[in-house]
């Protein structure tokens, strides 16, 4: 069975881009547009892995890594964090969040694949 | 279509509505806003508009939006005041990323961005070079994975690593998983692994959330140290890890600092002590599970306000939408026809049959309603773009200008605001280059030395009003009507209202600087920007107080599609007349008319006389104009507020009816504005007001004139 994962990112241009190369790659493939939206999306599904944008308007990355290691039923959906941010500070807050790894914009759809699967169980 | 080129045209729009978004959070600022808000907004454009640039490796929108996000990082952070000074870099900051950003989407040449970016430098004080030096620096990590491939075949020669991995908790709160980086090393080459569980507490003492396991790996691969260590990039600082070349004793070394792992616990039954572990956890859980609520919901009360813009939304082809807007339009016609037929078929209006038209024609006009509604669009787009015109006025003239806008969601037809663009830049610049004074007038006259042109955009009975005001000095009459007089646009001893005077500026030919600008002299004068209105069937009027300023207000239909059309008939056609012009029908009597000579002839209305025009013979249908008496009048208010009479025969009554160009189906035919289908499948020609009272005017002027060369000779 293919895995689904979540992509949480506002910029439409990323959506796109994320969605065509996790669909390439045989992937069930959700989106959600900020992370307050994230958050709803998973009330109704459970995606093997979340790919997570940072600078997000209503609920950024931060946040919604908190919320999701809050919920029981995610609390150990490994969560892969997506930002152009590749500088310790963002990345340490991420990871004190609770991300599970991360992935340095401008990805490749190799690059990408390569650290969901690294991720996914 | 490529989807990456799909995605590429998905980056451009995408960079255009955060160009605007940046536009409006930076003069919201500019303004005074400083809540984290606007300032986060205004981050994250830039943000987006980066990381798209550089999936599409556009590297000078990438470098420069880089060194721009700095400086607003610091200010997000507080370190950096965003003062007026500031502001305005930023500001200037936004105009390059948009040439930028327009120069890649156009395969356009050379953007200049080093003003701009040096002046984003200064703000951050003493770091020069530093965005350039970031650039490269977030977009190092992205050529990592390559390089382990690289090295792998630099060293292809087996090497044996000793690996110690003692996770922590955290690492398992992270979701990150033990067996998974096994599988990844596994994948490196061989591997040996040896559980260490001496850690392990009996069960009752056990944390099912704890980690009490250690691992080490023997592996055996070709790849590189790198290689090794990238497999556990994720969980560094969650686990004690050792990474070591394995020596010519391996085993001594690996367990050199600890005891061998106890034969019992390497025996311990794994699955059992998991599946006990899991049971374990479950009431644990209850605990994580209550802290973060009352978190969640404040987090989420915090940004409410932002929300309501994210309605979900589809794109769809404009085409396609033209195409149904198009069909609902023959549906309309179709539906009127219908009705008509069931009318001379002599249906009772009670019946069931009539009942389930009228029915019908409700669900037409809201079907219509709903798919114009869909091409409607707010001002928005058209707004944004003035506030950096106004700036760039602004700059060559030497005023001091603030730009506000107001009813920016309003919303109208997309054809209407596409062709909004180029009147209003014109009236931006008039009323920055002509309306508004220099500062120092400004400061004469007790005024402030910042001028203020306000833009705004509203609903109002079916039509969208649009108004430019500036607080400026208003129109000098006196040097317009010395103006118009000039170039013969009046008669030197013209009596003229001061209405009338100050409608003289949109005469073709009339300019009233008397040095030709850099900004407004471009060929266009307002006469232009009130054929562009009129061609959209609005209509431009001003209104000006000495010393006070001056405001021209347009007043456009909605949509273009569909028209409110009073249907005449006049020699046997029949004709429509946008309903919008039309003041009041009146009955003429024979007395109220006066003949002027030849065929011009004016009729009174209450206290004043307006010119009678025979429509029938305007068009040319008849050659000797009807008797008044025997028609009907339709009084009009052309543009500018000059009102005349247009006689039909008769007034067949009030109508909504779908407009067909006549110019894209026939050709232009003066006097002629569109056409239309009517109910009983007969082209009705929509009459275009202006044209035929100008037309007639001119006709009466070169008749006389005819005759008075006839009488001479």
New interface residues.
């Given amino acids: 069975m293919s895995l689904t994962i979540l992509t949480v990112d506002?910029?439409?241009?990323?959506r796109?881009?994320l969605r065509?190369a996790l669909a390439d790659a045989g992937f069930e493939v959700l989106q959600a547009?900020?992370g307050?939206?994230g958050l709803e999306v998973l009330e109704l599904a459970a995606p093997d892995v979340i790919v997570t944008d940072i600078?997000?308007?209503?609920?950024d990355g931060f946040?919604f890594i908190?919320?999701v290691?809050?919920?029981?039923r995610h609390?150990?959906?490994?969560?892969l964090v997506l930002t152009?941010?590749?500088?310790g500070v963002k990345k340490n807050r991420a990871?004190m969040a609770?991300?599970?790894?991360?992935i340095?914009?401008?990805?490749n759809p190799?690059?990408l694949v390569?650290a969901i699967r690294?991720?996914?169980? | 279509m490529d989807?990456?080129a799909?995605?590429r045209d998905?980056?451009f729009?995408?960079c255009e509505e955060q160009l605007a978004e940046l536009e409006t959070g930076l003069l919201a600022m500019e303004a005074g806003a400083t809540d984290s808000e606007t300032i986060?907004?205004v981050?994250?454009a830039v943000?987006?508009v980066?990381?798209?640039a550089?999936?599409f490796?556009l590297d000078d929108l990438v470098r420069f939006a880089h060194g721009f996000e700095t400086v607003l990082d610091e200010v997000r952070a507080g370190r950096l005041e965003p003062t007026a000074d500031a502001l305005k870099v930023m500001l200037r900051a936004a105009d390059v990323l948009a040439d930028l950003v327009r120069a890649a989407r156009d395969g356009g040449g050379f953007v200049e961005t080093e003003t701009s970016a040096a002046e984003l430098r200064a703000l951050l004080g003493g770091e020069a070079g530093d965005d350039d030096a970031g650039a490269e620096?977030?977009?190092?990590?992205?050529a990592?994975?390559p390089l382990g491939v690289a090295d792998a075949a630099e060293a292809p020669t087996a090497g044996r690593w000793r690996i110690a991995l003692r996770p922590r908790a955290d690492l398992?709160?992270?979701?990150?998983?033990t067996?998974?980086l096994l599988r990844?090393l596994k994948r490196l080459g061989e591997i040996e692994v040896t559980l260490e569980t001496s850690g392990l507490p009996p069960l009752a003492d056990l944390d099912p959330e704890a980690a009490y396991l250690a691992w080490t790996i023997l592996l055996t691969t070709e790849r590189e140290r790198a290689a090794i260590a990238e497999?556990f990039?994720?969980v560094d600082?969650d686990c004690d890890l050792t990474i070591e070349q394995d020596g010519a004793d391996p085993l001594a070394d690996a367990f050199a600092d600890e005891p061998p792992a106890p034969e019992a616990a390497a025996d311990l039954d794994i699955a059992a002590l998991i599946a006990k572990a899991q049971a374990a956890a479950e009431p644990v859980?209850a605990e994580?599970?209550s802290?973060?609520?009352p978190?969640?919901s404040r987090?989420?009360a915090q940004?409410p306000a932002?929300?309501s813009a994210?309605s979900p939304t589809i794109r769809v082809d404009l085409e396609r939408v033209d195409r149904l807007i198009d069909l609902v339009g023959e549906l309309v016609i179709n539906q009127a026809m219908l009705s008509q037929r069931v009318l001379e078929a002599g249906i009772a209006r009670a019946s069931g049959v009539a009942m389930g038209l009228d029915e019908l024609e409700q669900l037409t006009r809201e079907i219509q309603d709903s798919v114009m509604a869909i091409r409607a669009q707010p001002v928005k787009s058209v707004f944004q773009r003035m506030p950096r015109l106004a700036r760039e006025v602004a700059a060559l003239t030497g005023k001091q200008v603030r730009l506000v806008t107001e009813g920016e969601g309003t919303e109208v037809d997309k054809t209407v605001i596409e062709r909004l663009t180029d009147p209003l830049t014109h009236m931006i610049r008039n009323a920055i280059d002509h309306g508004l004074e220099g500062p120092e007038a400004r400061e004469a006259a007790g005024k402030p030395a910042e001028g203020v042109v306000r833009l705004s955009a509203a609903h109002r009975s079916g039509r969208i009003v649009i108004e430019v005001a500036d607080d400026g000095a208003g129109i000098n009459r006196e040097r317009v009507k010395a103006i118009a007089a000039e170039r013969g646009l009046i008669a030197p001893d013209a009596v003229l209202s001061d209405e009338e005077t100050d409608n003289l500026i949109f005469m073709a030919g009339f300019s009233t600087a008397s040095e030709v600008s850099d900004i407004s002299g471009r060929g266009v004068g307002m006469d232009v920007v009130r054929r562009s209105i009129q061609a959209l069937g609005g209509r431009i009027s001003i209104a000006s107080r000495p010393g006070k300023g001056s405001t021209f207000t347009m007043s456009l239909p909605l949509t273009l599609a569909v028209l409110d059309g009073m249907v005449v008939t006049v020699a046997g056609q029949t004709l429509v007349a946008p309903l919008t012009a039309i003041v009041e029908t009146l009955q003429p009597k024979a007395c109220d008319v006066h003949s002027l000579g030849g065929d011009a002839r004016v009729i009174a209305v209450r206290d004043s006389y307006v010119p009678l025009i025979d429509v029938g013979q305007a068009l040319g249908y008849r050659a000797t104009p009807l008797d008044a008496a025997t028609g009907v009048a339709l009084l009009i208010e052309s543009e500018g507020g000059a009102r005349a009479a247009l006689l039909a025969d008769d007034i067949q009554g009030q109508r909504q009816v779908v407009i067909k160009s006549l110019e894209a189906n026939y050709r232009q035919v003066p006097g002629v504005a569109a056409a239309t289908i009517l109910g009983d499948g007969r082209v009705a020609l929509i009459l275009d007001i202006d044209t035929i009272v100008a037309v007639s005017r001119g006709a009466d002027l070169a008749r006389s004139e005819r005759r008075m060369a006839t009488a001479a000779g």
């Fill in positions: 506002d910029s439409r241009t990323m796109e881009m065509l547009e900020d307050v939206h600078n997000m308007p209503r609920m946040g908190e919320e290691r809050g919920d029981p609390r150990v959906t490994p969560i152009t941010e590749s500088d990871r609770g991300a599970t790894g991360w340095v914009k401008p990805f190799v690059t390569d690294r991720v996914a169980a | 989807p990456l799909a995605i998905t980056f729009q995408e986060n907004a981050f994250r943000h987006s980066k990381g798209g550089g999936a490796s620096e977030d977009w190092g990590d992205f990592f994975t398992y709160a992270k979701a990150n998983e067996a998974l990844e497999v990039d994720f600082g859980e994580p599970r802290a973060p609520a978190e969640a987090a989420r940004e932002a929300s994210a």
